[in-house]
């Protein structure tokens, strides 16, 4: 099974809305991801999460808040949005087994949308 | 830092003709590539990747790639294309820390 899964499939949020994005997997991975992927656009990373602690952040502004509460799930939490982050959000996952050449393993996104 | 070029935002093939998508990289290191594949409102799938293993990597939907050193590139391939091959594919690297950094992407128009 090398199934990512994402909810809501899709969302449209308000500029004074807090909600949230959730990706969980199943696949025993150690690496957890959120790519931003804008219209016509390749997919962008903002966060990586490795053994549950942030690894990376791309800087992100702060309106996008990760959480990772355990190996499983990844969270990303939305607060204070502009229209420009409407975008497609893909989470992935990947072993983490020290390489490089980890594959990753992507969700089919959430589509968000802020009015 | 790392990155790869695809040559080609769109390429239109005739079904049964062959696919083929550039991708060129550039890297100071032994590369690993990554072409992905995304269906309209999907999220991506991997296609195949590059190890140094092997410079021919075979995909999964009759895809491949090979790698050439010399010519910096890593472009995919398929013998004949399907209609259900449409969608947009995606070239990739890795830099260090698990960050795959993609390509602008090349849509796949399949004609009948």
């Known amino acids: 099974d090398t199934e990512v899964t994402q909810t809501p499939k899709h969302l449209v949020m308000g500029m004074t809305n807090k909600k949230s994005l959730k990706c969980e997997q199943h696949m025993g991975h150690r690496a957890m991801y959120w790519y931003k992927q804008k219209a016509k656009k390749p997919p962008e990373l903002m966060f990586v999460?490795?053994?549950?602690?942030?690894?990376i952040n791309e800087s992100v502004p702060s309106r996008f808040s990760p959480e990772c509460p355990n190996s499983s799930l990844l969270n990303l939490h939305l607060h204070a949005l502009q229209p420009e982050d409407s975008a497609l959000y893909l989470c992935?996952?990947?072993?983490?087994?020290?390489?490089?050449?980890?594959?990753?393993?992507f969700g089919p996104g959430t589509r968000l949308t802020v009015l | 830092a790392q990155s790869v070029t695809q040559l080609g935002s769109h390429v239109s093939v005739s079904e049964g003709a062959l696919v083929l998508l550039r991708c060129n990289y550039s890297s100071s290191v032994p590369p690993y590539l990554f072409w992905y594949v995304q269906y309209p409102n999907q999220g991506l799938q991997l296609l195949l990747k590059?190890?140094?293993?092997?410079?021919l990597v075979k995909g999964i939907n009759g895809f491949e790639a090979e790698f050439k050193k010399s010519e910096t590139s890593f472009h995919l391939t398929k013998p004949s294309a399907h209609m259900s091959d449409a969608a947009e594919y995606f070239c990739?690297?890795?830099?260090?820390?698990?960050?795959?950094?993609f390509g602008a992407g090349t849509i796949l128009r399949v004609k009948s």
């Open positions: 590059y190890t140094s293993a092997a410079t």
């Open positions: 999460y490795s053994y549950e602690k942030l690894s």
């Open positions: 990739a690297v890795m830099e260090y820390g698990n960050k795959l950094v």
């Open positions: 992935a996952s990947s072993q983490e087994r020290g390489g490089p050449a980890d594959t990753q393993y």
